[in-house]
Each structure stands twice: as C-alpha cells, then as structure tokens.
C-alpha cells in the first residue's frame, strides 16, 4: 500500500460519516435574485469566533497587511544570504550540522514559495507568479501543482462535505477498526507517529509525481554535484527531506490540535476556519526566522492576502484589540503531544451543530496504542 492508496481509501471514510449528514436545501428556481442575496448575506454571518462589530474591525486588520514590497525584498534578500551561507558551509564541511541548516533555509524557501503562491507575498500578480517560478527550485516542490492543492485546502478547511486529503488524520477510531487486516496493517505502520512523517516526506518530496517534480526536485542538486561532488549533492537530498519532516509537523500542528473544526457545509465560514480551526504555534527566535510567521495560522487561514512577514504584526494588533480571545494556543508540551495524534476519536468526525455547543459532542483526535496508554495525546 502507499500513499496514493491510503488517500483513496480516506476518501471513501470521509465520503461516508456515522453522524448524520446535514446538506445544504436546495434552491428553488422560482428564488428571486433579493432571496438569493439574502441566503448569501445569512450565510457569512455564521462566523462564531468574533460578533458582527469585531468581524469588521478583524477585515480591516487583514487588509491593513496586505503584501507590501519593501519588506518582500528584505526578506528575500536575508533569505538568499541564509541559504546561500548555508551551502557553502556544507560545500566546505560536508558535515551532519550543516545539512540541518541547509534543511532550515530550505523550509524558510518554502514559506515564500507558500505566498507567492497565494499571490500575497508581492503586490503584483505577475511579480508572485515569477517568484514562485524561481522559488519551486529553492524548496522543491513545483509550483503550480502546490498553488492548486494548497488553495483547495484554504478554500475547504473545515467543511466535512469535501474531501480535504492534504491534511493529516483522515479516520476514526471505529473506520480502523473496520477495516480489513491487508489494509489495516500496512495503515498502521504508515500513519505511525513515528514513522509517517519521515515517510510523508519522502513520498511528498521525492515520489510521487516524478515527471512534473523533477526539474524542481533535482535542478539545483545536479548544480551542486557538478560543482561540489557526490557528498555534497546527497547531504543537499538529505536536506530536502529533513525539511520536509519539518514542514509537514508544522501543517500537522495547524490543524490536528484538539478540537478540530471540522462543521457540516452551511456552518462554515473562512473567518471561523482560520480562528478555530487553526493554531497559533509557540516558535520563539531564532526558530521564527526559518518558520517565517506561518505559526500564526489563525491569521493566515483569515486571510491568504496577508504574507509571512506581516503575520506576527498582525497578531499583535489583533491581539491587542481583543479580537484573539478563542484561538486555539499550543506550547511546547501540547505540541509535542498532539504530534501523535493519528484518529479521530470514536465515530465522530463532524460537529453538525455550533462549534462551541455544549450540547453537541465535538470530535476530538487521539492516538494508537501504546502511545494511548502512555498519554500521549492531547486531552485539552
């Protein structure tokens, strides 16, 4: 089995949930166009994590730091000088240390591929498009197949109607339990929390795709065998793969922290994904040069148009305005646990009611034995 397979057999769980599924009435064709604007009114204002007022004041924030060029520049120019003093470390060394910080600039190179992709690092469309062009060879993923998955995840976070197999945890504890042993077995090695991430890294970054990822994948790496030799092209490989873990924890950790928000389609709202249904990771300096602000997921997810080098000032106002009051915070040791995590908890996958009802079991992740027995999953 591989990963090709297993988002197959995701697909086929999220397709089919033991609650029940509440879809959206259809229109009647009759509707009025004032009938329709009104359903459309009535549906962005099902955002639960701020009132009508600090919805405003939140949209104007956003927008206020928006991609400004001058600080695109800058962090390009840092970026360069970063990753281009760790290559020549490792050309020189060619030792284990310089290999974790080529594997950092790698990850810092993704996070600028990651907004020009979503067309908010540069003011310009057509100056995001060049970037990202150049880019996709400095972090090695190739462009355009990351802007079409990514911005499908942005666009569905948290709707339970679509299938979103970029994240991390697709079944319930009751899906494994049913599933036969020839699946059953090669799922529970993969999805190991020991194991998955190195091997979703391999798989992401030097598997799957090969026809359109090669040139990204390999181009500066054949540059550097050229120049430097063997040694050196393999600790650049070596790299790419350490990055990938990184950066596939930290996806891990913006969305599969207790609780999920995972709601039914007409409950969902951009606003509630990004506040809700995103974290905000504790990364102090100097490891916040390498994240580039994506740990302030709750803002990202609010809004795509603000870079990663506006974030961490945007949350600070945000902050300070009280408009940050729900988010879901993780420190050093919820992080750490909520690694593990790897099913959803009994049948449940969806709230089908308001996120923050009482009432309503809210699904919840939790890990395989014997993780489970030594508590190593979040219980907040």
């Known amino acids: 089995m591989n990963f090709a397979n297993m988002q197959k057999a995701a697909e086929k769980a999220y397709s089919?949930?033991?609650?029940?599924?509440?879809?959206?009435?259809?229109?009647?064709?009759?509707?009025?166009?004032?009938?329709?604007?009104?359903?459309?009114?009535?549906?962005?204002?099902?955002?639960?994590?701020?009132?009508?007022?600090?919805?405003?004041?939140?949209?104007a924030l956003l927008k206020k730091y928006g991609p400004q060029d001058g600080k695109a520049w800058r962090t390009i120019l840092v970026s360069a000088i970063f990753w281009g003093s760790a290559v020549s470390y490792m050309a020189y060394s060619e030792s284990l240390l310089s290999t974790f910080l080529v594997s950092f600039t790698i990850v810092r190179n993704f996070m600028i591929l990651h907004d020009a992709c979503h067309l908010s690092f540069f003011k310009s469309t057509k100056h995001n498009v060049m970037l990202a062009k150049g880019m996709q060879f400095f972090s090695q993923f190739e462009w355009s197949?990351?802007?079409?998955?990514?911005?499908?995840?942005?666009?569905?976070?948290?709707?339970?109607?679509?299938?979103?197999?970029?994240?991390?945890?697709?079944?319930?504890e009751e899906d494994y339990s049913k599933m036969p042993l020839k699946f059953s077995i090669p799922f529970r090695l993969i999805r190991d929390p020991l194991l998955f991430f190195p091997i979703a890294s391999a798989w992401v970054f030097f598997i799957s795709r090969p026809i359109i990822q090669f040139l990204p994948r390999?181009?500066?790496?054949?540059?550097?065998?050229?120049?430097?030799?063997?040694?050196?092209?393999?600790?650049?490989?070596?790299?790419?793969?350490?990055?990938g873990i990184i950066g596939l924890a930290l996806f891990h950790l913006q969305h599969q922290v207790n609780t999920p928000y995972r709601v039914s389609k007409d409950r969902k709202s951009m606003i509630?994904?990004?506040?809700?249904?995103?974290?905000?990771?504790?990364?102090?300096?100097?490891?916040?040069?390498?994240?580039?602000?994506?740990?302030?997921?709750?803002?990202?997810?609010?809004?795509?148009?603000?870079?990663?080098y506006n974030l961490a000032d945007c949350h600070a106002e945000g902050e300070a305005?009280?408009?940050?009051?729900?988010?879901?915070?993780?420190?050093?040791?919820?992080?750490?646990?909520?690694?593990?995590?790897?099913?959803?908890?009994?049948?449940?996958?969806?709230?089908?009611?308001?996120?923050?009802?009482?009432?309503?079991?809210?699904?919840?992740?939790?890990t395989f034995w014997p993780y489970s027995a030594l508590g190593l999953y979040d219980k907040s």
Request: proline residues 3%; aromatic residues 12%; charged residues 20%.
């Open 16 to 59: 089919v949930s033991s609650s029940p599924q509440l879809t959206e009435a259809s229109s009647d064709s009759s509707s009025s166009d004032d009938e329709d604007h009104k359903t459309k009114k009535k549906k962005q204002r099902l955002c639960k994590s701020v009132n009508e007022g600090e919805e405003k004041v939140l949209v």
């Open 145 to 172: 197949t990351w802007q079409s998955t990514h911005n499908h995840h942005h666009h569905h976070l948290g709707d339970n109607s679509v299938i979103d197999t970029s994240l991390t945890v697709w079944f319930s």
């Open 321 to 366: 305005l009280g408009l940050f009051k729900n988010i879901n915070r993780v420190g050093g040791y919820r992080a750490f646990v909520s690694m593990f995590h790897a099913l959803f908890k009994g049948n449940t996958k969806c709230s089908h009611a308001d996120h923050h009802d009482p009432n309503h079991e809210l699904p919840s992740f939790v």
């Open 218 to 243: 390999y181009t500066v790496p054949a540059i550097l065998y050229y120049l430097f030799g063997f040694k050196t092209f393999l600790l650049y490989n070596c790299a790419g793969w350490m990055a």
């Open 272 to 308: 509630d994904a990004g506040l809700y249904g995103s974290t905000l990771l504790a990364i102090r300096w100097p490891f916040s040069l390498i994240t580039l602000g994506i740990e302030f997921h709750h803002i990202h997810h609010a809004s795509t148009r603000v870079p990663g």
